[in-house]
Each structure stands twice: as structure tokens, then as C-alpha cells.
């Protein structure tokens, strides 16, 4: 046999130094072929998402944080114009504010008032989900409910789709303080409250939301009223991030779309 002609010492060196190194080699070489394919899968995967404006779904046990969009008002101050859909410096407004909403949380929702809605949304929501409102004439608090039932977060941040200027840093602050909390929520210095620019705590909202309802209590506020454990947020807090508190305005009027820059 051959071995019998190779030294007992060469034999040996390579049993113990030159096999395995060459095994280990090939095992390499074969990992690597699999990483590669599996690489490649996954930047396809990614390349043809953003072509068509596709979104991956976070399972929901990885979401921590959530934003419901409330596009579902009738914009009667606008001549019945679709807020979510007003152009502010060429976009409308609901891409200005998924765009901020993005670097902040894992999940977005956006909330409808009804069928003929949803359809016209859905090129601008990409791939977001989209929820419609169950109860009719309710108000935000409807959109809201909807909104809650379909959120895979701890906590929520609920904003209205017609602020072209939300401030990321803002947003982020107010999940922060909503920790260990029922919710943040900002009022200024008359005592008026931004509850549609404001965090909550979804299991304890959600309860307070579908109670209000149901005693057709429809006042934005009836359900925070209830909450026992608010953290409220003075505007000083608030402009440290955001000076001239940008962040709340919002577009009611044909003036307001004109004097809006971003």
C-alpha cells in the first residue's frame, strides 16, 4: 500500500496537523458557499420590497413600540379635502409623517374612517397595515379603538395625520417618559392637552377606549381621564427638543398648507 511507503513520522504529521486543517478547509469553503446564497436571497428579498414599496411584518413578539396614524377625518375647514393627502413641499403630508414615524418605531398603523378611504390611502401607506373605523360618527376615539385592537406594541404613539412637522426627537422623549407609566401626555401652559401627539400604554388604553365608547362617552379625552397613571409633559420639557414647538402644528385651513415649510 502506499502508506507503507511514507515515513512513520510524515504519516503522522499528517493525521494530526494536515487532515484536519484540509477537513477544516473544506467545511469553510462550503459554509461560506451558504452564506453567500443565503445573502444573496436576502438582498433580493430587500431590493424587490423596496421596489414595489413592500414592508417586511415584524412578528409581533419583536414589537415594542408602536404609531396608529389617525387619517380618518373629513377635513370640513379644508372644503372636505383629505388631510392625509395635502402636498407640503410636493408630498403629502401622511409621507412626511411615516417618514419621521420610521426611525422611531417598529410599527405603524394607519387608521381610516372607511372602505373608499382605505383604497385611496394605500399607495401612500406602503404596505402599512390600514385599519377601518367599526363605529360611525364617533370621532377620533373610533379610529383610535380600531387602531389599538390591530397594535402589536407595549406602547403607542396615537397623532393625527395632519402635522407636516413632527419632530422625531420629540416623539422619542415621550416614549421614553411613558415608561412604567399609563402614557405621556403633553399639555401646555393654558392646561389644553395634546391628546393626539401623545404615548400610551396600549393594554390600559385600549379598555379605556372600548369603555367610553360603550357608554358613548365620545370626548378624545374621556378615556384619558380614566387612566390612573398619566405622566403629564409641560411645553418647557418640550422645547428643549423643539423651540418653537413645531411639532404640534397642524393644517386646518388653506393658509395653514401655504405658511408650512419643512
Not at 387619517?71 to 409621507?95: C, F, H, M, S, V
Not at 360603550?214 to 384619558?224: G, M, S
Not at 414647538?245 to 398648507?257: A, G, H, Q, S
Amino acid at each position: 500500500m502506499i502508506i507503507g511507503k511514507v515515513s512513520p513520522t510524515f504519516y503522522r504529521i499528517y493525521i494530526k496537523i494536515w487532515y484536519p486543517f484540509q477537513k477544516a478547509w473544506q467545511n469553510a469553503k462550503l459554509i461560506y458557499t451558504h452564506i453567500s446564497q443565503i445573502t444573496l436571497i436576502f438582498t433580493t428579498t430587500i431590493n424587490l420590497c423596496d421596489q414595489y414599496n413592500l414592508c417586511l411584518k415584524i412578528p409581533s413578539n419583536m414589537i415594542n413600540t408602536s404609531a396608529i396614524i389617525l387619517a380618518g377625518g373629513r377635513g370640513k375647514r379644508l372644503g372636505y379635502k383629505e388631510k392625509a393627502l395635502i402636498p407640503i413641499n410636493g408630498k403629502p403630508i401622511i409621507e412626511h409623517t411615516i417618514e419621521v414615524l420610521e426611525g422611531v418605531v417598529d410599527e405603524i398603523i394607519v387608521s381610516v374612517r372607511d372602505d373608499r378611504q382605505k383604497q385611496l390611502l394605500e399607495e401612500y401607506a406602503r404596505g402599512l397595515i390600514i385599519v377601518v373605523d367599526k363605529y360611525v360618527d364617533v370621532g377620533p376615539l373610533a379610529g383610535i379603538l380600531e387602531g389599538l385592537k390591530a397594535t402589536g406594541g407595549e406602547y403607542v404613539f396615537v397623532v393625527a395625520c395632519d402635522m407636516p412637522l413632527l419632530n422625531i426627537g420629540v416623539v422619542e422623549f415621550l416614549f421614553k417618559r411613558a415608561q412604567g407609566h399609563d402614557g405621556a401626555l403633553p399639555v401646555r401652559g393654558d392646561g389644553i392637552f395634546e391628546p393626539l401627539h401623545a404615548v400610551y400604554h396600549t393594554g390600559p388604553m385600549l379598555a379605556r377606549t372600548e369603555k367610553s365608547i360603550e357608554q358613548d362617552e365620545r370626548f378624545i379625552l374621556a378615556p384619558i381621564f380614566d387612566l390612573e397613571d398619566m405622566v403629564l409633559i409641560e411645553m418647557d420639557e418640550i422645547r428643549e427638543l423643539d423651540p418653537e414647538l413645531k411639532t404640534f402644528l397642524n393644517v386646518n385651513t388653506l393658509e395653514d398648507i401655504e405658511k408650512y415649510t419643512i
